[in-house]
């Protein structure tokens, strides 16, 4: 079994954190409420600039109905992030 690197799984976090939210058409203010952290901690998770704590991605995957192993796996993760992208194509 292959393992990812950190880097690697902290970017499919940071990217998936983007589209699901943008998906469900939730502003940063609203789910920052329910992460329980700031609009600008958020902003630099979603650009990749900092990875999220191992609480900040559970809560988040727990919101958003999200299995937390999709990071964990670049095929479930493509597959997660093209059918997002799909559907926030479909919304515009």
């Not at 690197?5 to 699901?20: D, F, G, P, Q």
């Not at 609009?39 to 999220?52: A, F, V």
């Not at 988040?60 to 997660?80: H, P, T, W, Y």
Request: proline share 1%; net charge positive.
């Amino acid at each position: 079994m292959r393992l990812e690197t950190e880097e690697k799984v902290a970017n499919r976090i940071c990217s998936l954190m983007h589209a699901e939210r943008k998906v469900k058409k939730i502003s940063q203010q609203k789910l920052c409420e329910s992460l329980g952290i700031t609009q600008g901690l958020l902003s630099k998770i979603e650009n990749g600039k900092l990875k999220p704590s191992v609480y900040v991605w559970l809560t988040f995957c727990r919101l958003f109905n999200i299995d937390s192993e999709v990071a964990m796996n670049e095929g479930q993760f493509k597959k997660r992030l093209t059918q997002s992208k799909k559907q926030i194509i479909k919304k515009h």
